[in-house]
């Protein structure tokens, strides 16, 4: 019996029929350049010791969330794939097998620590980025490292913002769903988002599925539905809060292929026709700002890659993973290579074209 770390069996390996519609295990290739996964996670280790004092002081407890079943099987996987959250090296691999040449990475979502004190929430963030940044260095032209920011703090999320820009060369961060239960798009935050467009990183939106916790405790309904639900609200409240409207060129991804909203859009302007309780302060169609985000494969289906692709553009679509977890998609170019009617060029794109240009590669 295969075991991993601390002595305890290792999660059965489930043998998975295919997702409707990727029977034909066609995988597709992208021309002109590399393969770019936008969706993909570590564990800074320093960090988690760091915040070890701090999450004791305060009471908190790591994947609290879910049924008792549910976080055993979280914890169970956490350390099974401990050596993939902390070795770069070890993942490429798997990378390789999987036919990607660049991760796009950021530290897993319970490493954000917007629940810490403001000065704390500050330390950690340089510690993850500063040693995201230099791990990452050590495998040239395989990683492009996602910043993280304490937006707890919106003073000090501004200044990590341009420590992680101008000091460090990302090109990117990846954000929460929420602070806490607090919006993204709240006022509070204006001077942050107003920083990000002027400096040019692309945001990674990552779900957080926990702020209705209390109705998706059983199922793992705190991931496979929650995290769809919460893209779905970043998503709305950054167009109806007006940050869309404010900031025109934004460059942000949602995560998990935005969650429900972009199946749904129809919804919102027909409200925003109808009521005038949600069209103020939104002077253009809602559906309008929605075509500006970007989303990723996430979605599993071919069908459901290809209603994005049709309605949002080839363009606005990105290759992402989840990399390394359960929910993750371990063949994301069969995946890509499934979608019925995709022209080369739409493959391209993708696969690592728009990632490439989000990321200023190309």
Known sequence: MMHHPGGQPAPA???RPPEPGRENRMRAQRTGGPVIDIHCHRECGPATEMMKVEEERVG???LQYGSAVTREVNRRQLEYLRPKMDSLEVRLADMDRMGVEIQAVAVAVYQYYYWAEPDVGAKVCRLINTELAEATSKFPGRFSPLGTVPLQDT???VEELRYCVNELGMRGLEIGSHVEGGEIADERLE???AEVERLGPVVVVHTEGHTHKDRLQGHN???IIGHAFEATL????LIFNGVMERRPQLKIVVVHGGGYLPAYAGRIDHAWRARADVSEGVPSLPSSYLKRFFFDTMVFEPDQVKFLVDKYGAD???LGTDYPYDMGDDDPLELIGS???LEQSQIDLIAGGNAARLLGYA
């Open 155 to 157: 003073g000090a999320a």
């Open 60 to 62: 908190r407890i790591r």
């Open 234 to 237: 970043a998503t709305a409240h």
């Open 13 to 15: 390996k489930r043998v």
């Open 316 to 318: 606005h679509v990105l």
């Open 221 to 223: 309904f705190v991931n």
């Open 339 to 341: 979608v019925p009617g």
């Open 191 to 193: 001077d942050f988002w």
